[in-house]
């Protein structure tokens, strides 16, 4: 039997994929991936049975311009190269690259996600049998919808339960501590964000309060507070670290969601306008603050000030109101 192709193109498309490759023996499929921060390292040590193949290496990113032509245009000529439709049933991904290709190759695909940007979402539309967008206010023609956000497909209760024990190799205790996620500004999505964003008010923390650090560009590790925990990737069980957080803040949108969707209070610092963040925003348990909001913004959900419903009912409901991603795309396959 033809394989199937997923690919990949930063952590949390992986997060998104990561129970429906696990639904394949590795036989079945095969998976494509960017070298891109910890992504390859992380499949690698979470998959290592699996045929993973790296195009394109974010080393050469240093801007739009290296980012088109040592990067985006030598992967699609590689992908096209080993798309065929002699090798391949069925592509999915939740990019464009690998659909456009697919296309041209005649090879059905599907695209699942969440950020209809203006100039790659009329050729993803083009290229794709199928495009699915979460239930966004503004509607676009010629997609399908699910009825979930993509962090569902691992965050969902039928997927993950919080490990208590997580805590233990740092010296946690649940409820104790506020998590953080510094992302990169290197790449296509966070360019026009000011390097930074929670460093810049790290120092108006409490000198007493717990954090645990996740830190996408490692450089800077010398300038945050010495008494932060930095996480050293790949760390085995994150969102259990996130889970029993107090908080949960983010420069990046898809850990900031994460932790909404994990029932933690969050905030995301980031400069982007997120239609998924805003579904969130309107559950309560997002919020898109300025840097100089944060550090009283926390102190309010610390002291009680801002209310929020039971961790657990709040993910109960979730579970029943929205759609199981995994068993969609499964069921795209078997169609």
Known sequence: ?????????HLPQYNLFRNTIRSFDPSEVDI????????????????????????????????????????????????FKLIKASKYRYVITAHYQANFVAKLHGIPNVAFIDDPRRFVFPLLKF????????????????????NALKEWSYLSPKYFEAKISALDEYGLKAKDYIFIREVSTETSNYLSQNLGAILSVADKFPKNLKVVLSLENKELINQF??????????????????????????????????GAMLGVPAIYAGIRDMPANVIMIKKDMLFKLKPSEIVETVSKI??????????DVFRQE??????????????????
Not at 2 to 8: A, T
Not at 130 to 137: G, M, Q, R
């Open 32 to 79: 494509c991936c960017v070298n891109r921060g910890k992504l390859l390292p992380i499949m690698k040590y979470e998959l290592p049975e699996y045929n993973i193949i790296s195009i394109g290496d974010y080393k050469h990113n240093k801007g739009m311009f290296t980012m088109i032509f040592k990067i985006i245009i030598p992967r699609i000529f590689t992908l």
């Open 225 to 258: 507070p010495k008494s932060w925990i930095i996480l050293k990737e790949p760390v085995k069980d994150i969102h259990s670290l996130m889970y029993f957080s107090e908080v949960v803040i983010s420069s990046g949108d898809s850990v900031a969601r994460e």
């Open 302 to 311: 610390r002291n009680g000030e801002i209310c929020f419903p039971l961790q």
């Open 1 to 9: 039997m033809k394989k199937v192709l997923i690919d990949i193109y």
């Open 318 to 335: 979730l579970l029943k109101e929205w759609d199981d991603v995994t068993t969609l795309l499964l069921n795209k396959l078997k169609k």
């Open 127 to 146: 290229s794709a049998d199928d495009v699915y967008l979460p239930p966004f206010d503004q509607k676009f023609e010629g997609v399908k919808y699910f």
